[in-house]
């Protein structure tokens, strides 16, 4: 052992001595193989399978932490690491079993959902991306990595990159939408904000990128559903956000509940070895989702012990929750069914992404009760969170510039998301503490202060139908009255005001996990209730809530104003005050198209063409690609979004009519705020590849800017193409671009844009 030792300490001087600009990185790597090995070579194969073992400790915590099946197993080495723990005294003491209980004094992983926040809750993903803002998304992880370690957390399920199309899928509320070049950009931004610097500081946290891989394109939105897909299809549409994580350096990577090619993700060597591990070149740790090793049951593929085998080798490292890994891989490793060297890489791997994180030379790095008293929910955090979320609302409509409203006269709030507090962070969110936020109507009225006086009532349930309420409302229930009365009070109230504001929509565990719906309108009571307070013919303005972009066709035509505030965290309350009063004017642009009809579904706007495209989108043009009975337009198209105040695009330019070979054209377009309010614009550039070997979309996102332009101001923005902005996998997955004609797009959405075409030598 001491000559092993000496000859690694040899190998690290000599890597000193040698390449001065890798010194650090080789150095840093030789240090940590030399210790694994070492710390590895003393495990028994039970306490290498331990480590492989992620538990579910929500489930497993029962009465004192000291004494559960969760203690007994890591006093075992049984465990890798465990999540659904909160509480920093709880895992404090379970990290202390862990280091002075067990022979080999291993560490754990302690993981969570931290999604969109901590104890302050941020916007949801869906709403984050709205934001086009990879700085405000940077931040928003950074806080949540400061609060979740300053808890005991030190890894994170998050982000989710999924690219998605089909807002019947409820975990559409989880990502980024529908575009992956934003996509991408908001995932490298997830990881740089929660690994900070290398996860060196106490405060920086391992990321998971996940669901790897095209989780969002289940079948019939329907979740844990079936996926099936062209590989070229997944490599030019989906896969670039979970690369874009990967080259970001995102340490850990989830495997998805999906089949890919008909094999369970979480066992398909092609998806984690040749394409994650040996192209994309990650080295990191890489889980499974929840039981899914179990899973592979149901999925008619293998049950648990050869599901194991196949997981394993297919190279994943650590099972969360099915303990396959612990309990069958002794036997298979017996029967030659897997090798030691399979079982040796995969604990290497995890207890490489413990030394990463430092928990070797400190285990209690992220238990430091003083960063708890000081670090979590704090004000600087809440304004953040408050500002972040101005942000990520998306005004849709906005007749006669209803909005903003004057803070004067009689305001009525009305609607089940107006006072209910438990319902404002949307889903994943279990890590907060609801009783202390703020709710939508006090914010409304602090806002309001003495100057306008703010009339309430909450209107109707969420759904006629108790049971559908208690289903859609699942851990975050809220108080139900009778439908009528309901109803009757929200008239009388609404006869008193000179304007009133509909609180309504979904709310918060409506979208997120396992919520898939068919039916995508606002829940029947609270369309009633609308329908109701549009007809009293006053001013109404619609302050929707929802995870997932829901078909609006009766609310666009008949009511005045609808700004869509999704589910905008523990600040919603203040920020949507500042939004509606004209503190700030919204700036967010959707990422996820809003469809006419269920029918459209998926519908996305980088979709390729047909041979028959209808060029009027008319509803019904016989043996044209369309419907009967709905246009193929979507009611909101990806990027839409209006401001208080009015941009106009003028002036689009380019450089040249042609790029050179490896040169580069400036495309540039002037952008005037003609309107009466200072305000953020999304300046969005769109690409067509006119001719190709395989048929290419009719745009993508290619470039944007978000520009701040106080009232009057005028800017020329510029940007600049060259040819990686044209490539794509071809029919042989070769990265390339081709020769031809193109056509530049520029537009505040995805639908209203100039356009210009040039050549490409
Ligand atoms: C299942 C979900 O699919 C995944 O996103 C989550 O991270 C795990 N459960 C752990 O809670």
Not at 302 to 323: F, Y
Not at 436 to 461: C, F, M, P, V
Not at 493 to 520: F, H, K, P, Q, Y
Request: aromatic share 8%; hydrophobic share 40%; proline share 4%.
């Amino acid at each position: 052992m001491m000559r092993r030792m000496k000859r690694c300490c040899l190998l690290v001087i000599y890597n000193i001595l040698l390449i001065p600009t890798l010194l650090s990185q080789n150095h840093y790597e030789n240090e940590m193989d030399c210790f694994i090995t070492d710390l590895m070579e003393r495990m028994t194969l039970r306490e290498k399978l331990g480590q492989l073992n992620l538990p579910s400790g929500g489930d497993l915590v029962t009465g004192s932490v000291m004494n559960g099946e969760l203690s007994d197993m890591i006093r075992k080495q049984e465990i890798g690491g465990f999540f659904n723990v909160k509480g920093i005294q709880k895992i404090n003491a379970l990290q202390h079993l862990a280091v002075e209980e067990s022979r080999l004094k291993i560490p754990l992983l302690v993981g969570a959902d931290v999604i969109h926040g901590y104890e302050t809750i941020f916007p949801i993903p869906l709403a984050l991306s709205c934001s086009w803002d990879t700085l405000a998304v940077e931040r928003m992880a950074r806080i949540s990595a400061i609060e979740a370690s300053a808890d005991g957390i030190n890894w994170t399920f998050s982000p989710m990159v999924d690219i998605c199309r089909d807002a019947r899928w409820g975990r559409i509320a989880e990502g980024s939408g529908e575009d992956p070049y934003l996509g991408s950009l908001m995932a490298k931004a997830y990881v740089r904000g929660y690994q900070g610097n290398n996860m060196q500081g106490n405060d920086e946290i391992l990321a998971c990128v996940k669901h790897f891989a095209l989780y969002g394109a289940s079948e019939s939105g329907r979740d844990y559903n079936v996926v099936d897909m062209s590989r070229l299809r997944m490599y030019n549409e989906y896969l670039a956000p979970y690369k874009a994580a990967v080259d970001a350096g995102v340490g850990s990577v989830m495997s998805s509940f999906n089949i890919v090619d008909g094999i369970p993700a979480t066992a398909n060597k092609w998806l984690l070895t040749d394409l994650l591990r040996d192209e994309w070149g990650f080295g990191g740790l890489l889980v499974t989702d929840y039981n899914s090793i179990a899973e592979m049951s149901s999925h008619g593929v293998a049950p648990l012990k050869e599901a194991s085998i196949r997981a394993l080798q297919a190279g994943t490292d650590m099972d969360m929750v099915s303990c396959g890994f612990l309990n069958t891989l002794e036997e298979s490793l017996k029967e030659g069914k897997v090798t030691e060297e399979q079982i040796n890489a995969a604990c290497r791997r995890v207890l490489e992404a413990k030394y990463k994180l430092g928990l070797f030379s400190d285990p209690y790095k992220y238990c430091d009760t003083l960063r708890t008293r000081e670090k979590l929910y704090t004000a600087e955090h809440r304004s953040s969170a408050r500002t972040i979320a101005t942000e990520t609302f998306v005004l849709l409509k906005n007749d006669r510039h209803l909005l903003p409203l004057d803070i004067k006269g009689k305001i009525a709030l009305i609607g089940p998301m107006a006072d209910a507090r438990n319902n404002m962070c949307g889903m994943w969110s279990m890590t907060c503490t609801p009783s202390r936020h703020g709710t939508l109507l006090e914010g409304i009225r602090s806002a309001a202060g003495d100057k306008a006086e703010i009339l309430y009532a909450k209107g109707s349930n969420i759904y006629y139908d108790a049971e559908t309420e208690k289903a859609a409302t699942g851990i975050r229930p809220l108080e139900r009255g009778d439908n009528r009365q309901l109803l009757d009070e929200a008239l009388r109230i609404a006869a008193r005001a000179d304007v009133i504001v509909a609180a309504l929509g979904e709310c918060a565990e409506m979208s997120g996990e396992s919520v898939s719906r068919t039916n995508l309108e606002i829940p029947d009571a609270q369309q009633d209730l609308l329908k109701a307070l549009v007809k009293t013919g006053k001013p109404v303005v619609l302050l929707l809530f929802t995870g997932r972009p829901l078909v609006l066709n009766w609310e666009a035509t008949n009511v005045h104003s609808i700004l869509n505030v999704w589910f905008g965290g523990s600040e919603t309350g203040d920020a949507v005050a500042d939004v509606l009063f004209g503190k700030v004017a919204p700036s967010g642009k959707l990422t996820t198209t809003f469809p006419r009809s269920v029918g459209q579904l998926p519908l996305f706007y980088n979709h390729l063409n047909t041979g028959r495209p209808d060029p009027d989108n008319r509803i019904f043009n016989r043996y044209a690609s369309n419907y009967l009975d709905e246009s193929n337009e979507p009611l909101y198209p990806f990027g839409y979004g209006l401001s208080y105040t009015d941009f106009v695009y003028s002036d689009l330019q380019i450089s040249s009519e042609t790029l050179p070979k490896n040169g580069e054209l400036t495309v540039s377009v002037t952008v005037t705020n003609k309107g009466n309010y200072d305000g953020y614009e999304t300046v969005q550039l769109y690409l067509r590849d006119i001719y190709a070997e395989i048929a290419r979309p009719v745009k993508e996102l290619k470039g944007f800017e978000r520009i701040f332009l106080k009232s009057g101001e005028s800017r020329d923005i510029n940007f600049v193409i060259t040819e990686n902005d044209l490539k794509f996998y071809n029919s042989g997955l070769e990265y390339i671009y081709e020769p031809g004609e193109f056509d530049v797009m520029v537009g505040s959405n995805s639908r209203d844009v100039q356009t210009k075409r040039f050549k490409v030598e």
